[in-house]
């Protein structure tokens, strides 16, 4: 059964009950396969998102950071073995074309490992997001970008919902009427485990332009 987690951001570590179903859902702990958002920079190397598996109690025999140190098959490799494929947090954008460049979203959507993404991560499991400079993003124009399309729906994690409702609103009408849209902040979490959606936290959803906040289940 496949097993995706759309992460916010933690500031500290991840609460009890989250920490539970992750020890329950990973018991394939051969190899941790971090996905680098920053792959020029050797800085990002997932050490804050490793922590937090730490903290968990969720060690693995093995641990891999995918960024331009590593060779395309190489990397390929790494993804075809991993038991859980971590998306790090970061720059959204960097990593969307990294994931283009080296070709990892046909690995990623077709391996059995448990996938899991932290902010840019999570947004980048969408079927498509939006790059919008009014979220922060360095373009200029505005445009929507295929992510590796885990599910058929987007993610915008880790952002400020509670100041900006009208902004997420009126900038995610558009692509609402085309997928349904999770929209979250930091302490957040989507699990999706085959046909069952779980959310923590303050997450709603985006449905051809009406806003609806999710009932927590974890």
Not at 70 to 83: F, G, I, M, N, R
Not at 200 to 207: D, E, T
């Amino acid at each position: 059964m496949r097993i995706h987690y759309y992460l916010g951001w933690f500031n500290d570590y991840f609460p009890e009950n989250l920490v539970r179903l992750l020890q329950e859902d990973i018991t394939d702990r051969k190899s941790l396969v971090m996905i680098s958002s920053n792959p020029l920079s050797y800085e990002y190397d997932g050490s804050t998102e490793r922590a937090w598996l730490d903290q968990a109690g969720i060690m693995f025999d093995e641990y891999h950071l995918i960024n331009y140190r590593v060779k395309k098959e190489d990397a390929h490799t790494l993804v075809q073995h991993a038991s859980v494929i971590f998306l790090l947090g970061g720059d959204a954008l960097k990593q969307n074309y990294f994931l283009k460049e080296y070709e990892l979203s046909n690995g990623i959507k077709s391996s059995s490992a448990i996938v899991m993404g932290a902010s840019a991560g999570a947004i980048n499991m969408s079927a498509k997001w939006l790059c919008s400079k009014r979220f922060g993003f360095n373009v200029e124009t505005s445009a929507v970008l295929d992510g590796i399309g885990l599910g058929d729906f987007s993610v915008l994690s880790h952002f400020d919902l509670e100041n900006n409702f009208t902004l997420v609103q009126t900038e995610l009408s558009a692509l609402s009427e085309e997928m349904d849209i999770y929209a979250s902040n930091k302490n957040c979490a989507i699990r999706i485990k085959g046909d069952k959606t779980d959310v923590l936290g303050n997450v709603y959803l985006i449905s051809h332009s009406k806003v609806q906040k999710l009932k927590e289940t974890l």
